[in-house]
């Protein structure tokens, strides 16, 4: 019996986590390799060459390792050094029977992800990209640290390392045996990234190639304010114009940080810029109220501090808060609700089921019944994912159950939920999904 071990180690020229490719198999499509890995969404083809292993020898020279093994115990570990060098780690086990062959260790390592099943370690069965989707904070980083992509413009550089035993990801690393690099990247090549700041509106416009016009999205996240760009990054890399746009939290919008200061007229304005294209004739939410958790200021939807109803949070025993309770369609304030009797165009709604930051279920069932109530049921199409968590993001990103919110006046970490398997699943199967909705609905 030989054991090897792979380190997988992400490096970076800003800040930020990498974004990562898992496959899962709860849903379809079926397993993939690392070339179908280079075509899922928002990663070109070139940007995942399949991985070349050379064995640097004690000269200094370089050559491809061939071995001939009858039982091989493969333990794989990947770490991932992002937000200013905090470490992300995940390892599997793997055991496989060959027979005699003589093959290049590139080859044995790639088979080995693509098509064994993980025995141990921080996840089991067959996930081809689950070296990616399980990274965590190593033991010993900070509490609530959460993987995010920051700058899109700069690739992960990844590291893959071959080394001699089993090693577990806090012991310490022993004879590296072989080396490979590749990169990630959210934009495809020929994508432009064009900072908007136009009519009081902020955020970041993505092109893809070509003269357009083309099918367009407006971009909206969370209750994290701010500007967030790797999706829009992604759906431009799959030809859309997508428009990510801050609404609070960021130091070019009114103040204060803590409240939406921005009312009806400056989401217009950003459909207005989208007006060189075509204009968005399709919704799509992932685990969002219905109606406004915070009281308004206005009939122009501006809000009061975020922070001031604390009536339904909700604590476990580590000290972490829930949102949940507080987007309860019963919580909602009054004159907040959206009239979506009116809808007329088609709405997705996707629901994690071990969401513990906002009641996505409530509000879908919600959202269902009223469009059933007006004749508009074919409106509505519900993704429901057992096991997955808030944070329904592009695939293959790693799941944070828990991760820090705030730090004043007082150290706050929010529960998201989620089960890492189940979570990469639905990322990966929402993801398909969202781009066939888009695709039948805004291609004409």
Not at 231 to 253: N, P, T
Not at 311 to 331: A, E
Request: hydrophobic fraction near 35%.
């Amino acid at each position: 019996m030989a054991l090897i071990h792979v380190q997988v180690t992400y490096t970076m020229s800003t800040c930020g986590p990498p974004i990562t490719d898992a496959g899962q198999t709860r849903w379809p499509p079926p397993f993939f390799s690392s070339e179908d890995a280079a075509l899922l969404p928002g990663f070109p083809k070139q940007s995942f060459p399949p991985p070349k292993a050379i064995l640097k020898t004690s000269s200094g020279s370089e050559r491809e390792h061939f071995c001939c093994l009858t039982l091989l115990s493969l333990t794989c570990f990947a770490a991932s050094l992002a937000m200013c060098f905090n470490v992300f780690t995940v390892n599997l086990t793997l055991t496989v029977c060959k027979h005699g062959f003589m093959f290049p260790l590139c080859l044995l390592v790639s088979s080995k992800v693509t098509t064994d099943h993980s025995v141990g370690g921080s996840y089991l069965g067959c996930e081809p990209m689950g070296l990616f989707w399980g990274l965590q904070p190593a033991p010993g980083e900070r509490e609530g640290l959460r993987l995010r992509k920051k700058n899109v413009e700069a690739p992960y550089t990844v590291h893959i390392s071959l080394l001699e035993g089993h090693v577990s990801p806090s012991e310490g690393q022993t004879t590296r045996l072989a080396t490979v690099t590749t990169e990630r990247w959210y934009m495809a090549p020929g994508v432009k990234r064009i900072e908007i700041r136009q009519d009081g509106v902020v955020g970041t416009l993505f092109l893809p190639p070509g003269p357009g016009p083309f099918p367009a999205i407006l971009d909206l996240w969370g209750m994290g304010g701010g500007l967030v760009e790797y999706r829009s990054a992604l759906f431009a890399s799959r030809g859309y114009a997508s428009l990510s746009l801050a609404y609070f939290g960021h130091k070019e919008l009114p103040g204060p940080l803590n409240r939406i200061n921005v009312g009806d007229s400056y989401f217009k304005s950003a459909f207005h810029l989208l007006q060189a294209h075509s204009q968005p004739s399709c919704l799509i939410c992932i685990n969002g109220p219905v109606g406004s958790t915070s009281k308004l200021s206005d009939p122009d939807g501006k809000t009061k501090q975020f922070k001031s109803e604390q009536t339904n949070w909700t604590f476990d025993d580590q000290g972490y808060v829930s949102f949940r309770k507080v987007s309860l369609p019963s919580n909602l304030f009054n004159g907040s609700l959206v009239k979506t009797e009116n809808l007329t165009c088609p709405l997705m709604y996707i629901v994690g089921e071990d969401d513990q930051s906002a009641s996505s279920k409530e509000n879908a069932d919600l959202i269902e019944e009223t469009l059933r109530s007006v004749g508009k049921s074919h409106l509505f199409t519900r993704l429901s994912y057992p096991g997955a968590g808030h944070l329904i993001e592009p695939p293959y990103s790693p799941n944070s159950r828990a991760s820090l919110w705030s730090v004043k006046p007082k150290k706050l970490v929010t529960l998201w939920g989620g089960h890492l398997a189940p979570h990469a699943a639905a990322q990966e199967d929402s993801w398909r999904k969202i781009l066939e909705f888009l695709e039948s609905n805004l291609r004409v």
